[in-house]
């Protein structure tokens, strides 16, 4: 277990609205990761930080910021939802040093 | 963008039997992960390969790492039930970065 939690674990939006989703961690791990799942696609890397205020473009970022203005809090914005962004979103930590990455429960988003 | 191929999609084998999941890639990793993923939660990591031809064993999988670096096996010997879920394959790249295959979807019948 590696104190991974991310909140809310469901949420259904309207098209257009701002929605934030929140990854905790306990551990002060360095690196955290946001990623989306989606069926045929594996994982796919939106952004992720390697350090507070330190973050990086994946490779689906459009449509989404992220911010990290302390180390156990990793927050991913979708700035205006669209109904492509529907999707299950994972959070993810890696410890410094090791290649793993550990897992949160992951949040389903819809958006209507 | 470097990408990890995996194959077959999906897989439907009675218990008893075996199979083998496939990692590919163009491009070489530093390390390949593989993780299990369960309906509902996150991806758990199974096994680490980081040496070219390197062969791990988990009791009854068996993950080998190419020689290249490229590409990556997960053998299931004798499938269970308990075996059924997501299988991913995970990149390690220079940049920090984990790049996912799209996952084998295993599902063993009794």
């Known amino acids: 277990d590696a104190g991974i939690t991310q909140s809310p674990r469901h949420k259904v939006t309207e098209t257009g609205t701002p929605v934030t989703l929140r990854c905790h961690q306990t551990e002060n791990h360095r690196y955290m990761y946001w990623y989306r799942q989606d069926p045929g696609h594996g994982l796919r890397l939106i952004h992720y930080?390697?350090?507070?205020?330190?973050?990086d473009k994946g490779e689906v970022s459009d449509g989404y910021s992220v911010s990290r203005s302390k180390t156990e809090d990793f927050l991913l914005t979708l700035e205006s939802a669209t109904s492509s962004q529907t999707s299950v979103y994972f959070c993810?930590?890696?410890?410094?040093?090791?290649?793993?990455?550990?897992f949160g429960q992951g949040t389903r988003l819809t958006v209507v | 963008t470097q990408l990890l191929e995996q194959s077959p999609q999906f897989l439907s084998i009675q218990e008893g039997e075996n199979l083998t999941v496939y990692c590919n890639s163009s491009s070489v990793f530093s390390s390949l992960q593989w993780y299990r993923q369960e309906p509902g939660e996150g991806p758990v990591l199974l096994v680490t390969v980081v040496t070219g031809g390197e062969v791990k064993k988990l009791k009854r999988l068996t993950f080998q790492f190419g020689d290249a670096r490229k590409d990556s096996s997960l053998h299931i010997t004798a499938a269970q039930p308990g075996d059924t879920g997501l299988y991913l394959c995970a990149g390690a790249t220079g940049a920090q970065k984990l790049v996912f295959g799209q996952g084998t979807r295993l599902t063993i019948n009794p």
């Open positions: 993810a930590i890696r410890r410094q040093g090791q290649v793993e990455a550990f």
């Open positions: 930080s390697y350090g507070v205020k330190d973050t």
